[in-house]
């Protein structure tokens, strides 16, 4: 099993920003961010291939920045001009190398991000 260990949600006011972060010891071919609000389907938020190529929600272009540490290992989501739609679970997703060469996805462990009006 492979582990991805978010951090960086919380409350905040509309307007506002936070930063997530999502770290994994293994090697990637893509890293993103997923989010769950109550009584809605898990939707793509935002993911960064290896090679650089980004994709975002159509309702968060302009607002959000995905971006990939310098330690490699680490990617970041930027989340400036929150908005209380935002409000959800936001959960990691990785596609992971393995051994053979083909990948898997892992999820991390969700992490709330309140935002109030």
């Known amino acids: 099993q492979v582990q991805l260990v978010e951090s960086g949600g919380g409350l905040v006011q509309a307007g506002g920003s936070l930063r997530l972060s999502c770290a994994t010891s293994?090697?990637?071919?893509?890293m993103g961010w997923y989010r769950q609000a109550p009584g809605k389907q898990r939707e793509l938020v935002a993911r960064l291939t290896i090679d650089g190529r980004t994709t975002y929600a159509d309702t968060v272009k302009g607002r959000f920045t995905i971006s990939r540490g310098n330690a490699a290992d680490t990617v970041y989501l930027q989340m400036n001009s929150l908005k209380p739609e935002d409000t959800a679970v936001y959960y990691c997703?990785?596609?992971?190398?393995?051994?053979?060469?083909?990948?898997?996805?892992?999820w991390g462990q969700g992490t709330q991000v309140t935002v109030s009006s």
């Open positions: 293994s090697s990637f071919a893509a």
């Open positions: 997703y990785a596609d992971i190398f393995a051994t053979t060469g083909r990948t898997f996805g892992s």
